[in-house]
């Protein structure tokens, strides 16, 4: 059962539902599996083509790098404060997996908190 912050999260992120998907089956995979034990594939499981699994999985890779080299670059041109991200890395990690009465709160304070750190 994915969260309400992680549902919040994957709608205002720049990964597709099936890049979010594959990344997702990916990492599973691997948690349960260890990278040397052989499961059963993972196109299959998700029921398309080995080339376009690996397409999907690609892409979200891509974006995820992109991503990430942005908020290198906007930490070093000052437009993002390395303490702001930090702040909003832990409430996103700290924020539990399973819904509570403040689960909604989590979410606002994460938007405002982004709002805050992207404002120039």
Do not use: F, W
């Amino acid at each position: 059962m994915v969260s309400e912050l992680d549902s919040h999260l994957a709608l205002r992120s720049s990964l597709t539902k099936k890049q979010i998907e594959r990344l997702s089956l990916q990492i599973s995979a691997e948690k349960r599996h260890g990278s040397t034990i052989k499961s059963q594939p993972k196109h299959l499981i998700v029921g398309v083509s080995e080339g376009a699994y690996y397409r999907v999985v690609d892409q979200a890779k891509k974006n995820v790098d992109e991503a990430l080299y942005t908020l290198l670059l906007c930490s070093r041109m000052g437009v993002i404060r390395t303490e702001d991200l930090t702040r909003l890395l832990r409430l996103v990690i700290r924020a539990p997996e399973e819904p509570s009465e403040n689960t909604e709160e989590v979410v606002s304070l994460v938007d405002a908190l982004v709002r805050k750190i992207v404002m120039i």
